[in-house]
């Protein structure tokens, strides 16, 4: 053995500064990988989102990250337009209950928070759809005059409620959407991690 070997010069390793810009190059790379891997699954970007009100409860809860679906991607029995409703369920259910969660874009605006409500049945343009709702959750309306979003108008489309809420997204003084119409929709909610979707609410609230 030679006097020269032994171990490596401290020399010969990158400085600190440099092994850490790797690092997180590295890791950055690695989030990157995951997050095209994901919507290329899932055809839907972003395809997770943070819940941040319990109108999904028990269901789904607020600080959950819910991995979300293109709709038609894998759609149901009995779907229409890729979202099958509590109405059409047959048997099929989503987070224990009939009918898919589908996210959508209220009254399409792409200005506001995308909610996350069950897909309860579809209406068809100029439909009364009065005596198909459940009168529980109509808000007191008595018949259709008293609804606001009744006759459906624009074409039709979902009725929808969120699980924990007292009454449809359409109903009420202040509906929060029309029917959701079927380019409305963004994807079908397909799976949950409790309290994962607290870190990417922790990061809006910080910004």
């Given at each position: 053995m030679s006097g020269d070997d032994g171990p490596p010069s401290s020399d010969d390793e990158p400085p600190q500064f440099v092994q850490y810009g790797l690092d997180?190059?590295?890791?950055?790379?690695?989030?990157?990988?995951?997050g095209l891997l994901l919507f290329t699954v899932s055809g839907v970007w972003p395809p997770l989102v943070a819940i941040e009100s319990p109108s999904m409860d028990p269901q789904i809860q607020k600080g959950d990250l819910v991995?979300?679906?293109?709709?038609?991607?894998?759609a149901g029995a009995n779907d229409r337009y890729g979202v099958v409703t509590a109405a059409d369920a047959n048997g099929y259910t989503?987070?224990?209950?009939?009918?898919?969660?589908?996210?959508?874009?209220?009254?399409g605006s792409d200005r506001r928070t995308p909610i996350i409500h069950r897909a309860m049945f579809y209406v068809e343009d100029g439909e009364n759809w009065y005596s198909r709702a459940d009168p529980d959750h109509l808000g007191g309306a008595d018949?259709?005059?008293?609804?606001?979003?009744?006759?459906a108008e624009d074409g039709g489309g979902f009725i929808t409620k969120g699980d924990n809420n007292n009454q449809y997204d359409q109903v009420g003084s202040e509906p929060i959407s029309e029917p959701v119409e079927p380019e409305w929709v963004i994807g079908t909610a397909e799976y949950r991690v409790p309290l994962l979707g607290e870190i990417r609410l922790g990061w809006n609230q910080a910004a």
């Open positions: 997180i190059v590295g890791s950055a790379g690695a989030v990157i990988l995951v991995f979300v679906m293109e709709e038609e991607r894998f989503k987070f224990q209950r009939p009918g898919d969660v589908i996210v959508f874009q209220p009254d018949n259709c005059e008293e609804l606001a979003n009744c006759p």
